[in-house]
T-cell receptor, first 110, second 115 residues
Framework: QKEVEQNSGPLSVPEGAIASLNCTYS??????FFWYRQYSGKSPELIMF??SNGDKEDGRFTAQLNKASQYVSLLIRDSQPSDSATYLC??????????WGAGTKLIIKP | DTGVSQNPRHKITKRGQNVTFRCDPI?????LYWYRQTLGQGPEFLTY????????KSRLLSDRFSAERPKGSFSTLEIQRTEQGDSAMYLC?????????????FGPGTRLTVL
């Protein structure tokens, strides 16, 4: 079992719909959770982080964390073609090291 | 506040040659990380510095790889006797500290191709 698991996709969503991306992790001691977006050939860029159970909203993005079930999700409302990218989930296992999922490829269809 | 910078952006080399990459972190960030990423995979941790001290190095990392951060500012990653399997994107990231300050910000990466 991988430490951080994501469905590789591709996940295809119509423009304007809600895209839902999921990530599960194995270490119950994980404290910090991050979502990064990566366009093809580019480096990862931070979308948002979450530390506490519940929801965190930032514009069209909402991160949801459920530590009891060991999953974190990212919702993208009003999806745009520019949201088409690979979304990487990263979990903080200690105070510095992040464990990364392999990413979910998201395609927004106009 | 300029972001993380990396040089060169692309490097093509022949097998057996040595290569060196440079990373300049965000100025107030004392933590610096090197990752390697291949197609379809997430970033793979290579090594981590806090100021000038190298605190962690991946056990999977070959002895051909070495990294330095001599004055706690920029860092270099050297790969000796390159192999075709070293072809990848090499990413550098920096962060301010721990807890909520542990968010890592990435540079544009150096794409290495070993022929």
């Amino acid at each position: 079992q991988k430490e951080v698991e994501q469905n590789s996709g591709p996940l295809s969503v119509p423009e304007g719909a809600i895209a839902s991306l999921n990530c599960t992790y194995s270490d119950r001691g994980s404290q910090s959770f991050f979502w990064y977006r990566q366009y093809s050939g580019k480096s990862p860029e931070l979308i948002m982080f979450i530390y506490s159970n519940g929801d965190k909203e930032d514009g069209r993005f909402t991160a949801q964390l459920n530590k009891a079930s060991q999953y974190v999700s990212l919702l993208i409302r009003d999806s745009q073609p520019s949201d088409s990218a690979t979304y990487l989930c990263a979990v903080g296992r200690s105070n510095y090291q992040l464990i990364w999922g392999a990413g979910t490829k998201l395609i927004i269809k106009p | 506040d300029t972001g993380v910078s990396q040089n060169p952006r692309h490097k093509i080399t022949k097998r057996g040659q040595n290569v060196t990459f440079r990373c300049d972190p965000i100025s107030e960030h004392n933590r610096l990380y090197w990752y390697r990423q291949t197609l379809g995979q997430g970033p793979e941790f290579l090594t981590y510095f806090q100021n000038e001290a190298q605190l962690e190095k991946s056990r999977l990392l070959s002895d051909r790889f070495s990294a330095e951060r001599p004055k706690g500012s920029f860092s270099t990653l050297e790969i000796q006797r390159t192999e075709q399997g070293d072809s990848a994107m090499y990413l550098c990231a920096s962060s301010r500290g721990s807890g909520e300050a542990s968010t890592q910000y990435f540079g544009p990466g150096t794409r290495l191709t070993v022929l």
